[in-house]
């Protein structure tokens, strides 16, 4: 039922009992509409607001303008931080979607112990960041782990210990960011996958269309919603890195994997600079405002070109 | 005959699309009312307009004597069933016809003996410890129409209830519809695109075309009588031939042939304008018979279609395709030449601008 | 109606298909061959298996190791000498600090924070979906397109802004406090998993309650409710889940008294004396994995239908 208009006939008005219903309707969802308004508007503004302010271990009025920006964009764990997502995001995105995307397809090829397969490429996501983090910190250990390990079996120049070098850390962290992930998007594509109409496999079956090229030019392009949902799922995800970094790495070695998120903490709770931690924040919001925006515009162009073709 | 529903001057718009504009309707007290029309053009956003589903914009709704305009659905006296059925399918069948009732604090004692009497009457009995789930399409449907029944109201509405059905099926219920209408006396408003249903079920038809009635009438009337081109080519399948020319002299000449009209009833006189002549597939006779017709030409087959109960076959006046109905036993052969003939008493004449009958 | 009606994922086998040709020619089922290329697909999968089961295995085989073999460097190795005393120091004796006290307490924390907060966002997330799906009021709509823009928000943003608005309400740092900041976190992809769900009930349904003279309440306790039991298992999943394995709230609002799970984790982990106890530290890390594990091997299909359904759609 779509927005329900007030009539405006003439007829004597019984009792409005519609109305009543819908004002019960508002008070069931007020904590809602609290929420959504106190929190995801309101709280923003304050932090937008307090990201132009000399904020320091209280939030304070008084405005600085661009100050904090400047500050920010001139601090070094900051420029480190947004270079580091900049790359773990495009790694792990990339990397993502082929491991997931392969695994679907191979999954889809009518095996056996398919269940099996997929319990063991989908645990991984029900353990936390955090301990996803714990673990790969442990096999990747440089003393006790993987590398030790495989140099005791013979093949004594083996190296991989990416945790220990500033230049190779951030591949430990997207190894195991993949690891958690990549059966997800193994899931949600494989139901994509699934989700085309099999009579299109039997029509390219009888055209004798090869299978790579079935998937490549028409499976592909047919599953667009599950590859939005996957890349929604993980740009959100990657937006959010902090607690992949604090178990794995802590930000180390020295400052070589900070992100983004652990800026925003770090100002806040140990350097007690609500200004700083407030301008960084923003700057976090910006490119979700951005990709919001996007969407918003397409939607509304989806919207416009399907009502003229209605008419 | 004293009204049972009654609108006024009814108006819905949704945001800015207007989908009903001053719309008026009378349904008498144990009518049998059929709301037809094309997907799309209004019929069940009228109905839900009826139930108190929807806030109308403008006008008023009047049901057995009270304006209601702003009752709440349950206070409105009417039963409703969907096309989906739309059962609680949690609940069995037994609470499914109840649950208006226990919602409305209805004595136990009464609420069973409610529901007992629907049973009976639709027999299903034997179902009621059922889920919906349980039950086939049809069993289903006979719920829905069970808990409009124990609500013991003076209108039924309907929305498309057959729609979901088998062909088959849908013959039986719209049987059984039919006696329940006569048992209970009360007044039914059935929305269908189905011109079979509407013309079986109905007492009267409201043919609906983008939210305006066109007409409204006996089926016979609507058959045989249609106002204009729109109800003419909606109802009757093989639908009507239409036939464009030039009325000249009582004649009307369609690709050079003149076919006289003579008999034709004119309710204004088009003398020169282009007309559209509506004739229906089944009342063309052919070979021996259309000689006892007053205008009988000459055609040659083109496609036949056998129905099993008799034959369609298609033939030309001029440029323009002509259907016609012919007894099963006749037996006809593409590229055959046959004599045709029709009664113009019986046909209809339109106006090709207007598309109004004249 | 079963759950699969409104569910979001579906699977169908592939079709195996049998030829039979002329008289002469094949008959009968085309016999089964065993080609390079499936061979190659099993031995894609079981590799890629294998690598996803690596660290599972090692955190284990590490945990039932005492130290001086850890040392060793076997990283795959199966212990020599089983032990399960790095399992019963992690639970009760495991130090964080001047604290020895395991990883029990963090366990009853992150249970007490857990089942309301799931209890209460869900009853609160479900309301919202229902009154949003069936009946609309004046800026709905905004509303709901506010909490879509709040499910994508990085957390960090809003982390500043609540501590104050907690500590002006004297909640900050306490169980009610965390409770509600799992609440309102998870209150947009909750909300938009149960209006999606809703939406997915025919809207006739809901007109026959209304017929039926059934108000807001009664069609929601007794119509659509009872309709929400694969809904609210995915939703208890989604939630569970999240609750458990979250870290960045629980560092951030939890305070001292309720720290949870994980956080009890970090704090073991990273606190040392001396040497690294990497078997006590698996064995903590297992445990805390456990219980989000235990849910995902139950429930199984619910899961992989709760992270497809809670990706937010369109
Ligand atoms: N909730 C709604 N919001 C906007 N437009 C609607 C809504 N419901 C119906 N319409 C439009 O109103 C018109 C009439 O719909 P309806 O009454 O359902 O037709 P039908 O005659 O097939 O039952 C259609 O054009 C439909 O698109
Ligand atoms: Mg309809």
Redesign the interface.
Known sequence: ??????????????A???RK??F???I??I???G??????????L??IY?SFTKSGMF?GWVWVGLRQYEILWNTNNWQIAVSNIWFFGAMSLVINLI?GF??AV??????RQE?L????????????????G???Q??LDP????Q??VR?WGWTDFQFAPLGDPKQAMIGLILGGT?QGA??TM??L??GV??VD?EI?KAAKIDGIPTWKTYLYIVIPMMR?AIA??L??QL?GI??T??LV??MTGGGPGIATWM??MY??NA??SKLN?GQ??A???M??AP?AV??FIRAIV?WWNKRSAGMNVS | MQTSVSVRDLSLNFGSVKVLENLSLDVGQGEFLVLLGPSGCGKSTLLNCLAGLLDISAGQIFISGKNVTWEEPKDRGIGMVFQSYALYPQMTVERNLSFGLRVARMPAAEIAQRVQRASDILQIGPLLDRKPGQLSGGQRQRVAIGRALVRDVDVFLFDEPLSNLDAKLRAELRVEIKRLHQRLKNTMIYVTHDQIEAMTLADRIAIMRDGIIQQMDDPHTIYNKPVNLFVAGFIGSPPMNFLKGKLEAGSVKIDGTSVSLKGYDFTKSMEGADIVVGVRPEHIAIGEDSRKMPVTMEGDIEIVEPMGSDTIAWTKIGAQPLTFRAAAEIHLVPGQKVAFGFDPARVSVFDAASGVRV | MTADTYAATGAQPAMAGTKADAATGPSGPRPKRISPGRIGIYCFLIIVAAFFCVPLYVMLVTSFKAMPEVREAHLFNLPREWTIDPWIKAWNSACTGRDCTGLAPGFLNSVKIAVPSVFISIIVASLNGYALTFWRYKGAEVLFNLLVFGAFVPYQVLVYPIIIGLREMHLFATLPGIIIVHTVFGMPILTLLFRNYYSSIPLEIFKAARIDGAGFWQTYFRVMLPLSVPITTVAVILQVTGIWNDFLFGLVFAGKDNIPMTLQLNNIVKTTFGTVEYDVNMAATILTALVPLAIYFISGKWFVRGIAAGAVKG
């Open positions: 039922m779509a927005d329900l208009t007030v009539p405006v006939a003439g007829a004597a008005p019984p409005r009992r519609r219903i819908q019960q309707a508002i069931a969802t904590p809602m509409i929420i959504a308004i106190s929190v995801f508007f309101v709280a923003i304050f932090t307090w939030p491991v392969l695994l191979f999954m889809d090829q009518n095996i269940s397969f997929r319990s063991i490429f989908l645990y991984p996501f029900a353990m936390s960041l955090y301990v996803t714990l673990a790969w442990w096999i003393n006790l782990g993987l030790v390990a005791s690891w059966g997800v899931a949600i494989l139901a699934r989700g099999q496999w919603g949902t996957t929604v799922l959100t937006i959010r902090f607690d604090v178990s983004p998120a925003v903490i806040i709770q609500v931690g407030s960084a924040a923003t976090m919001l979700i990709l919001l939607s």
